[in-house]
């Protein structure tokens, strides 16, 4: 019986052209030394490969071959195994501010508004006042 999985150790990252396009994303370099390696197509590297496609289309278009790749070390522990990165990315995504955020927004908003009209209905109120004091005048 022949095993046709490779080794994940004699996979690429799947991740290591990501790090190369976005050097802003915080991602660490690989580790390519290391004797730990992560199949790519594991369960849970899908669900987090599948989240994260969001921000890196790269990832969807690889959805269909995760089986020729492979995790290092080094980002299934950023990626996979914790949280945090994700989490940074939610947070730094303006289409998931939270709706606490989108409250003060919109308070603000009203506020604005309503010192406009104020400021507005003021001026309406001193021009009768000057109209008055014309007709008076007159
Ligand atoms: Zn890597």
């Given at each position: 019986?022949?095993?046709?999985r490779?080794?994940?150790?004699?996979?690429?990252?799947?991740?290591?052209?990501?790090?190369?396009?976005?050097?802003?994303?915080?991602?660490?370099?690989?580790k390519?030394d290391?004797q730990?390696?992560?199949?790519?197509?594991?369960?849970?590297?899908v669900?987090?490969?599948?989240?994260?496609?969001?921000?890196?289309?790269?990832?969807?278009?690889?959805?269909?071959?995760?089986?020729?790749?492979?995790?290092?070390?080094?980002?299934?522990?950023q990626?996979?195994a914790?949280?945090n990165?994700?989490?940074?990315?939610?947070?730094?995504?303006p289409?998931?501010?939270?709706?606490?955020?989108?409250?003060?927004?919109?308070?603000?908003?009203?506020n604005?508004?309503f010192?406009?009209i104020l400021?507005?209905?003021?001026?309406?109120?001193?021009?009768?006042?000057?109209?008055r004091?014309?007709?008076?005048?007159?």
């Amino acid at each position: 019986m022949s095993n046709t999985r490779q080794l994940a150790k004699t996979l690429p990252c799947l991740f290591k052209d990501i790090v190369d396009k976005y050097p802003e994303s915080q991602l660490r370099p690989c580790k390519t030394d290391s004797q730990t390696w992560k199949h790519a197509s594991a369960p849970a590297a899908v669900v987090r490969i599948n989240k994260l496609a969001k921000y890196f289309p790269e990832l969807s278009l690889l959805n269909n071959c995760l089986e020729d790749y492979s995790i290092c070390v080094n980002h299934y522990n950023q990626i996979v195994a914790t949280n945090n990165f994700y989490q940074s990315l939610l947070n730094s995504d303006p289409s998931n501010v939270s709706s606490i955020q989108k409250n003060k927004r919109v308070i603000f908003a009203f506020n604005y508004y309503f010192y406009i009209i104020l400021f507005l209905s003021h001026i309406h109120l001193i021009t009768i006042f000057f109209r008055r004091f014309n007709l008076i005048k007159s």
